[in-house]
């Protein structure tokens, strides 16, 4: 019987439009938490005390530690095994865009350029008045909170919070993405937070092959044509492996 991550190799030929989609799962063996399931931040922490713009409004010392905290875990780790064969992946096939509900930069650290951060990015901060998006990669706000150097309004960090709407052009090249690819493949991603969760849907809709790779079923494995279980930093080496021997023979 063939597969799951063989029929997903047979649809990786050089002209296939790919756009991958990930989620917290394909950085959790860099050492980044996930948000649900066992060991993930919502776990441990409330996302009304932190990830919205109310928590911001009420406790902003408090959203910046938790921030801060976080910005010094993605510092001090790395991309895996996993970000550095979707970066190979990208050499195999004719388009690969990655839509990543991540905000740690991994991907990019990992060698891909075409990637669209739909949640922001966590190593950016923006201004609450003017809007600038500065890097800030090292900036730990335990006690005193960053100010704009424009218009000395309150910076917060520069990611998506729940209520929020997601950067508009993010969102338009991520469903453009998904609407145009010839596979679309899930990764460690829950699938549950919208409207990010339409892409698969999309793609689906418009007749890409979808594939989902992820420790576990999620929402969206009913509908997709190959489930490939597991962990993303040994599964996508292995699909790299059985691209590079197919295009061998
Ligand atoms: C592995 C693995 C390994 C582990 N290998 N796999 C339509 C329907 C219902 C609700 C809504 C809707 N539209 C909007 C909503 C509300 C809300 C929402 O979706 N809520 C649902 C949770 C019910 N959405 C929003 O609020 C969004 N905004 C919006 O809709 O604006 C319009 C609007 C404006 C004004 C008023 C009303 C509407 C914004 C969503 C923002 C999400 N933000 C966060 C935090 C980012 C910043 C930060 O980092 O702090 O984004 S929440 C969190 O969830 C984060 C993630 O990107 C996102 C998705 O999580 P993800 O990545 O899937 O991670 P997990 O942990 O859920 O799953 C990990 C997976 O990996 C699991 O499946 C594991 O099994 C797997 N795994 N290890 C492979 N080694
Ligand atoms: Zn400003």
Redesign the pocket.
């Known amino acids: 019987m063939t597969s799951a991550l063989d029929k997903l190799v047979e649809r990786l030929h050089s002209n296939a439009a790919v756009a991958v989609w990930?989620?917290?799962?394909?950085s959790?063996?860099s050492g980044i938490?996930?948000?649900?399931?066992a060991g993930?931040?919502?776990k441990t922490y409330r996302?009304e005390e932190?990830?919205t713009p109310q928590a911001f409004a009420r406790d902003p010392q408090l959203v910046w530690q938790?921030?801060s905290h976080?910005r010094a875990v993605v510092n001090d780790h790395q991309p895996n095994a996993?970000h550095y064969a979707l970066a190979q992946l990208a050499e195999h096939v004719a388009e690969m865009m990655v839509i990543?509900?991540?905000?740690d930069g991994y991907h990019q650290a990992a060698g891909m350029s075409d990637v669209i951060e739909?949640?922001?990015n966590?190593l950016q901060n923006r201004c609450h008045e003017c809007g600038k998006i500065t890097d800030d990669r090292d900036g730990i706000y335990d006690d005193e909170l960053p100010r704009c150097n424009s218009c000395n309004g309150r910076l917060r960090?520069n990611?998506?919070?729940?209520?929020?709407?997601?950067p508009v052009t993010a969102l338009e090249q991520g469903m453009l993405a998904a609407a145009e690819c010839s596979v679309f493949l899930s990764?460690?991603?829950?699938?549950?937070?919208?409207?990010?969760?339409y892409m698969p849907e999309v793609a689906l809709s418009r007749g890409a092959f979808l594939a989902e790779?992820?420790?576990?079923p999620?929402a969206l494995t009913p509908h997709v044509h190959a489930f490939i279980e597991?962990?993303?930093?040994t599964?996508l080496p292995e699909l790299i492996a059985k691209l590079v021997d197919r295009c061998s023979t």
Not at 100 to 103: A, K, S
Not at 187 to 197: F, T
Not at 230 to 233: K, L, M
């Open positions: 990930s989620g917290a799962g394909i959790a063996e938490p996930t948000f649900r399931g993930g931040l919502w996302a932190l990830a938790w921030y976080r996993g990543t509900q991540c905000v739909l949640h922001g966590i960090p990611v998506v919070w729940f209520g929020e709407s997601l990764i460690g991603a829950s699938a549950l937070v919208y409207p990010a969760a790779l992820n420790l576990e999620t597991g962990p993303a930093a599964r």
